[in-house]
């Protein structure tokens, strides 16, 4: 598809660095969650790397991200600081949200990070927002919501993306299709064969994607966020991939199958990409190896930067709810 | 801006208008002053009659249709919408048609609007208002008159207003939209055509502030909304018993005047706290335990509350007319507190 | 369209006879507003009616209706007795629900008259339970679910849909589509050509009729019943009409289309219907104008019934809060 | 069925089980009893583990996925779907997962399942029960621990329960299942591990009934859900201080036991009202409110509340851990109260 919008090598190398440190994230977060060091809900989003980190390099600083619980990877593709982000889940005043927000509520406005939600469905409605807000001021700022292929059954998904529609906002509505809604099967709760064909009700693009390849996820993001600037409206993006975790850490995932389960991590995408890359030249071995290196020795002080912060004080308890009246 | 403390509306009052013009004039004016005051909701723009009852007409005639914008029948998108503006600089006002219908926006409301200013540690806020009206009287039914006010109170993060005459409407208003956090701005339905000297362009009644509405010695009413004018029609009933009511209309449910109720309460020693809501777990409630608390030994009688039954509002013209507190039922209530021994 | 469902001469014969009833009902009840003798919130349907006393008339009595506040004709057509609706309108002892309820709150169970909302779209998602009641004990009754075009955008209509779908359930959508929601055009708040069409996010049928044609009407009833009823699961029927007055009794309707609405007032279905029964030698004008003062007669004594019953005593506000418990 | 009125959960052990498995054994035993019971919610069946924690494991198991039935994730289509079934005869169990998820389906419950059979003047009522999980002390953050009770509570039509012990989860469900109206089945997160010993099947717990978990002189503690334990090993520090503390267990938020609660605050003259909820407009508020102006003259000393500070629920673990009442802080507020003058 739409191959005009293919990334070039530099850009392909880009993407993979972001899909190098979203996956380098998620193996030391479990890690460290099993230690005990840490104490958070995690929700794992291995296997699913190569979505927003091909869609984050197709935006720029200033676009909006809104995000959900299962959000870390979105938030580090899109330029979330690791330290920020580390001293945030461990509950620190160094965490962007002074520790109070936690992994469901990161914040981080200065990429666009504007809001992480733990309520399902609730990321589109905040950026059709977004969206109007950047149509009112002209500034070109397109807004991306994710979501899961779940969300994609309850109410603030429709009404948003019929508004976002009639008003022709700049969203761009990307569904992580990881064929799995907590405990449930996409089949089980889902009588749509693809989410990308809801976008009829709609009369918007929806286009289901391979959200492991990285090239096809990019070309999609591109051209959506050009419709986006250019003020044809919102787009639906159905990005397929797949949870190799539960739901959550600690759940044991007997309820998945075990043969797709087994398939899908065989095919796991980031060595995938990575072979790829060597193999068409793009970069050497020893060039990622060294990105790699790179990016475990910033979470490595990203870890200990957090663990040594400090909590926040008692008094913060009640800081933060309201501003004071202009 | 002017801006008048706690001086009784008369202080900033003009010339005649309805609370409905009030509410149109103060969204105008803040339109005017700040073009990131934006306006979304069901049939609000012109083309749609500015309202299903007028409440923004001539706004987007005025500002555009970009700035006052029609929505779909949508309340959570519309609350979305406002919050996700309101995140990037704009100042949104929201309307929900009709209160009851707050409750198919409340993740909006409640885990979203009042909350991320504190998930968020202090990077973002909503500065927006979610106006919205209710109230019986219309012969509306169930599902289209009540009260929720509590709910929101309840909820930190969000502050509640509620004026009972047109230059309360304007300067609440104005407040509101100043306010950095999201407010919720209730109308009462049948009271809109209620007449009044307006404010004076400008004029600002800040969030949190009561004004005694009638001075008294005896009792001390405490109200808000339409409710507040039935009590102040009341202390006339009372006084003609031979007791002195003080009425006081809060304004702003959440947070309340501590300071006004308290000061007048120590003076009368009795207190009635009347509302449309039902009384069990309403605002009455709260400001009953505070009064209890923090007058202990000084109240000659205990706080009384005089809200709806424990009901949803009837249809039936005698049923709703008895549903919600009247001049005549606050009277009763506050004379026979009156007539208690100490 | 689907011509095995066309209704005989009889079916039409009782289509047009609960036509009539409506038309006339509703011409009543906004003299009788306007006289000052009754007072509500009256949401007129007149230029809809032949698509309730189709779709009824394709029903049984055991089915359910769950309706909305412009829905009174919905409920004459599945057989609510006139007297206990205008007793219920006049806020007496004697209406269907003691006055309590309301124009917009008719509940009459013996005619599977179940619940009658004034919350835009939530018809749907119970109209959801009442199959799920008769998917579980298997007696085949269907539910039916009226509602607007503008209700179509809201989060309730996609989450009903969706479960209906997925579970199967016997339960018709039937959206009465007269082109405006309140004050708003349908256009300019729904995002979609047709309605029709967002049956596609639901992999269920989804047909867009003529409303005021009740032949197609009836057929489009009748084989989504007979779908519901086999276990196929739900329909989605987007019937197109016109609302003849304002949204709401007292309304000016300034915001409506003149042209257009001259037009549909001017291709008004009922003496279409009417012409044509006679027309084609189904009834005379004989029969139909004897049916017609038969129907005149019974509103006459329904609103005399209604105006002469007591209004409920004062200890009717706390009763029917609660039950007793088992 | 045995049905123990004002008894302590105790009379109706038999064996250890935690919260979890009782309420599990509950519905497992109403299914059984009655086949118009049905269970409804996101993961419920048993292809999808019974429920993210697994409360409702083994049930479609036993009783078919027709009874227990996973569903989209859509609050407002499950409580509906419950509703309508309710209405023809059947008696849905409808879980919406976390309390703060109740604010997509607010429509639902109180605009319609509290409603109907008012609105309806008694032809049709809505039995159905919504169980819902909350509480902190999982590190979850601001949108998912929220008690929001006092909500549901201001809503007549709707009943309220929330268990604090293995006998009394079991024999609430088995009460709300019963019920004729909708109820509001409260559960603690956190606390489904804890053990007690169970009840004997058939056991039901009147609704509306409050029991004595421990009895005292000096101060009443009125309390419920995971916070009523708190209270209950508060009640050691406070007589270890030198106080004797009385600790009420209402179980039934709504309607609550006021004769239990009367009683016995009349016999102590002082009472603390204690919940995980934050204070203001809260339930303590009207329990405050009752008590004040039914003792009034007979309290000794003002009526307390604790809950949780006006704020959204933190992250952080040690503001988390600040956040709703302990034993600890239940203890010093009771101390205080006992220490104050008559
Ligand atoms: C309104 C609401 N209902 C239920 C939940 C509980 N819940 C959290 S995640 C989840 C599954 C979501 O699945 P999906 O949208 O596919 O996203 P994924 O977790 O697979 O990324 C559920 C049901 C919630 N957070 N919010
Ligand atoms: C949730 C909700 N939002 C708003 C309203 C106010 N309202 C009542 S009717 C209506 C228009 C509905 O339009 P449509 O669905 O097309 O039905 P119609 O009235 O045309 O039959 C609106 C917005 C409501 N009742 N409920
Ligand atoms: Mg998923
Ligand atoms: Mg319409």
Redesign the interface.
Known sequence: MTSNYAPDAATQLEIYRRVALLKANDERSRKVIKTGRL???YYSYRGQEVIPAATMTALEDTD?L?TIYRGIHDMLAKGMPLKDLWAEVA??VD???????????L???DKGI??T??????S??????????????GDGRV?VATFGD??S???????????A???KLPVIFLCQNNLY????TYE??????RIA??A?????PGVRVDGNDPIEMYAAAREAVARARAGEGPTLIEAMTFRFHG?VFGDAD??MDKAQKAAAVEADPVPRFRARLIAEGIATEEELAAAEAEIEAAIDEAVEFALASP??E?D??????????? | MTTDLADPPAAAKVKPVTILQAINAAIADAMEADDKV?VLGEDVADPEEGGVVGVTKGLSNRFGE??V?S??I????I????????????K?VAEIMLMNFTTVAM??IV??AAK??????????VPIVIRTMTGTGFSSGGQHCDYLEAWFAHT??M?VVAPSNPADAYGLMR?AI????PVLYIENLPAYWSGGEAAQPGHVV??GKAWIAREGTDVTIVSYSRVLNEAVAAADAIEAAGFSAEVIDLRTISPWDRETVLASVRKTGRCLVTHEAVTQFGVGAEIAAVLSEELFGVLKRPVARLGAPYAPVPFSKPLEAAYAPDAKRIAEAAITLCKQDN
């Open positions: 104490v958070m809900p909006y809104v509950g620190r965490g962007t949200c002074k520790g109070k927000g936690g992994p469901m509520h914040t981080y406005p504007m809001v939600t733990g309520i399902v469905g609730s589109m409605p905040i950026a059709c927002g977004l969206g109007w807000g950047s149509q009112l001021s807004a779940g969300a059954n309850i109410g603030a998904f429709h009404e948003s993306l019929n508004l529609a009639v008003w809604g907590e405990h449930t089980k709760a889902t009588s749509a064969p064909d809801r009829g009700s709609y009369a918007i739901h007997g309820y909590f926040p008692l913060e308890l009640t800081r933060d709810v309201y501003g004071v009246a202009a | 934006v970009h700035r914008r929505t779909p949508a309340e959570q998108a609350i979305g919408t406002a919050i996700g503006a309101s995140l990037v600089g704009y949104p993740d909006m885990n979203h991320l200013r504190f998930m968020s540690g202090g990077q973002t806020h930190a993060g502050k407040a100043d306010d950095p956090d800040p969030l």
